[in-house]
């Protein structure tokens, strides 16, 4: 099966503009996560979806990340603005129900803000 | 708020030697999971234990989950260098959430 597409893979953007990022998770996965992993550091969950609705956004920083999951299928994170900070790699993974059989993880994309 | 801790942060060993990194939680987990890393690479499961004091292998790796669940332990048998990158457990919450452990980084010289 094709796995969790992202894109783009590398992006460099200076603090203070916008930045998007999508994702397509494996076919059927129901559930679909974004996470942020800072070098040296786990992945951080930022917002779990079920389908097309949220389930957990509460370390989401609200005031300058959004996420949506139109048609409960494809999702794009973005990041309007960017602080130095934010320099990350900004993971998706999907699973087909829940956590409990494992999660499958795109290759992610590097976000550099200079 | 909940978490779980891995030691050692860094590991170094020789090929040939055994590597066992740990995860510990102050609660206790329905079940735990454990991803590898490889540099430059993105989280690739491995395997999910579930039952009390249960072990699973995988050729060289080793999995325990605690009696009390609340901890577990990966252990790989007779290191080569296609083991080197970081070991996350992870707890998946009743919430739904996976948290991850802040990982082993394991390296291996040849």
């Known amino acids: 099966e094709a796995g969790v597409a992202q894109s783009p893979r590398y992006k460099i953007i200076e603090k203070r503009q916008s930045v998007a990022f999508w994702c397509n998770p494996i076919?059927?996965?129901?559930?679909l996560y974004w996470y942020q992993q800072i070098l040296g550091q786990g992945p951080k969950l930022l917002i779990q979806?079920?389908?097309?609705?949220?389930v957990d956004d509460s370390q989401l920083p609200k005031d300058r990340f959004s996420a949506e999951r139109l048609k409960g299928v494809d999702s794009t994170l973005k990041i309007q603005p960017a602080k130095l900070e934010d320099s990350a790699v900004y993971l998706c993974a999907s699973s087909l129900w829940g956590p409990g059989e494992g999660y499958t993880f795109g290759s992610g994309t590097r976000l550099t803000v200079v | 708020g909940q978490q779980v801790m891995q030691i050692p942060q860094y590991q170094h060993v020789q090929e040939g030697e055994d590597f066992t990194t740990y995860c510990n939680s102050s609660?206790?987990?329905?079940?735990i999971q454990w991803y590898k890393q490889r540099p430059g690479g993105h989280p690739v499961f491995l395997i999910q234990l579930v039952k009390s004091g249960e072990v699973k292998k995988q050729k060289r790796l080793t999995f325990q989950f605690g009696e009390a669940k609340k901890n577990s332990s990966l252990h790989i048998t007779a290191t080569q260098t296609t083991d080197v990158g970081t070991y996350f457990c992870a707890d998946p919450s009743n919430t739904g959430k996976l948290i991850f452990g802040q990982g082993t980084t394991l390296q291996v010289k040849p």
């Open positions: 609660t206790t987990l329905s079940n």
């Open positions: 076919s059927g996965h129901a559930t």
């Open positions: 979806f079920q389908n097309n609705g949220v």
